[in-house]
Nanobody, 124 residues
């Protein structure tokens, strides 16, 4: 079992930055690929970024490439999402997730554990 707790969300103006954190407890964090997803009202949960257990593989959805950076610190059992040049369309609840394997994935079905989410609101 893995417990995930996100933090760092908030209200920011367009063009601003936020850094989300996801602290994990429970089983060995370093064995899991990790992902960030987001969901806006009336929309399906959307993949944002993923990172493998060793950080050797990282990938993003096209809409955040060049603006968002995913990273992890296995010594601290934490995964991060640095979000720069934020846009109003980035407004959503952001969730971190721990995958079934050491590899990251863009498919939410490949994740077993989810945090409660943190709200990110970008004003225009």
């Amino acid at each position: 079992q893995v417990q995930l707790v996100e933090s760092g969300g908030g209200l920011v103006q367009a063009g601003g930055s936020l850094r989300l954190s996801c602290a994990a407890s429970g089983r060995t964090f370093s064995a899991y690929g990790m992902g960030w997803f987001r969901q806006s009202p009336g929309k399906e949960r959307e993949f944002v970024a993923a990172i493998s257990s060793s950080s050797s593989t990282i990938f993003y959805t096209d809409s955040v490439k060049g603006r968002f950076t995913i990273s992890r610190d296995n010594a601290k059992n934490t995964v991060y999402l640095q979000m720069n040049s934020l846009k109003p369309e980035d407004t959503a609840v952001y969730y971190c997730a721990a995958g079934r394997t050491m590899y990251g994935s863009s498919r939410y079905q490949n994740y077993d554990y989810w945090g409660q989410g943190t709200q990110v609101t970008v004003s225009s």
